[in-house]
């Protein structure tokens, strides 16, 4: 073999055992509780299979956070049982604000069986924090994946609960869970369970096994606008942004509430000119007719052009970045529950 070409190999094997080291500190950047635990919990396997056992040692809001010494004192004290040890700083922003420097120190000549994790909401403001993590492969961005980028997610996702999933299922999947990582785990998990042996999860399944929340919280929405119920529809709010964030939403609510507006203001001008209710159920032909007629028999004309108006208000601010979309959203509900009601509107029954 020629000397260019074992130098080149012995690179490339040092470059692939430089990407499978473990950095002494890492910083976990981002929000989301779920893919830090799951990013944690494979280091942690990892470790056990390389150094036979991993001890984790967490320092939370209830323990508090320890000063420098303490921390790097455990990071050089070895496992009581000789294999790898894992200290969990969460949340540690303030940590490695106050510390910077101290850090940069200690991975000068860190512990070479442990790793201190840093759980943070933000990158290092600290440039010579930041620079020596990324150095080390130590700085690690844990962002949910983009809208465009979920199926992919899904169906990759799909493969370590040990199943395939078609692309129509996946995105049907996100559609009715929403956007979280964490939810749509937990999701795949069940459906795993729930098909057995068998190796695809289909667009049945999901349609069967994963009830559509994002709609039902919809309807409680509308329902809700309609009894003036401005808790229950803030509930049902913020059952979404449980699953989604403020902007995706905006997205689907937003529209979903001015064609809700629209379909009561139809109702209302049929019911004016003499038809009853069994003969507007039927010329507007739409699956919850029922409830729409009986919301629509609650609300004075002019309130429903008043729902109309505050819509297309806040659509407006929240498409020019006219304020936080959270409280424009809170803002929006809030609105459309005010205001005169002739009668209760009829429950709906969402089983």
């Not at 759980?119 to 600290?126: Q, Y």
């Amino acid at each position: 073999m020629s000397k260019s070409r074992a130098s080149s190999t012995e690179s490339a094997a040092s470059e692939a055992e430089s990407r499978s080291a473990i950095a002494p500190v890492y910083a976990l950047v981002g929000e989301d509780e779920y893919l830090k635990r799951d990013w944690l919990l494979r280091i942690r396997s990892d470790r056990e299979k390389s150094s036979g056992s991993c001890d984790v040692l967490s320092f939370g809001k209830e323990e508090g956070t320890p000063e420098p010494p303490a921390v790097f004192d455990e990071l050089r004290t070895r496992s009581l049982f000789g294999g790898f040890k894992i200290v969990v700083i969460d949340p540690a922003d303030d940590f490695a604000r106050r510390h910077a420097e101290l850090i940069v120190s200690y991975l000068k000549a860190p512990a070479g069986t442990a790793s201190l994790i840093l759980s943070v909401s933000e990158t290092p403001t600290n440039k010579d924090l930041a620079a020596s993590l990324r150095k080390r492969r130590g700085l690690v961005e844990l962002s949910s994946p983009r809208r465009g980028e979920l199926v992919r997610w899904i169906i990759d996702r799909a493969k370590e609960h040990g199943k395939q999933i078609e692309t129509q299922a996946a995105a049907m999947l996100a559609e009715r869970v929403g956007e979280k990582p964490g939810l749509l785990d937990g999701t795949l998990r069940r459906l795993a369970q729930q098909i057995g042996e068998r190796l695809r999860i289909t667009v049945s399944d999901v349609e069967t096994g994963v009830r559509d929340e994002r709609q039902r919280a919809f309807y409680e929405i509308s329902a809700a606008i309609a009894r003036a119920e401005t808790p229950t529809a803030l509930a049902a709010l913020h059952s979404l942004l449980l699953r989604e964030t403020p902007s995706d939403v905006y997205r689907g609510l937003v529209p979903y509430l001015a064609s809700y507006v629209g379909r009561i203001k139809a109702i209302s001008e049929l019911s004016a000119q003499g038809m009853n209710p069994g003969e507007v159920q039927k010329a507007v032909g739409h699956a919850g007719a029922y409830f729409l007629v009986k919301e629509a028999a609650a609300l004075p004309s002019t309130e429903i052009d008043r729902l109309a108006e505050d819509i297309a208000r806040i659509d407006y601010q929240l498409k020019t970045s006219g304020g936080s979309e959270l409280m424009l959203l809170e803002s929006l509900i809030v609105s459309l529950c005010r205001g005169p009601r002739r009668q209760a509107a009829a429950q709906r029954d969402y089983r």
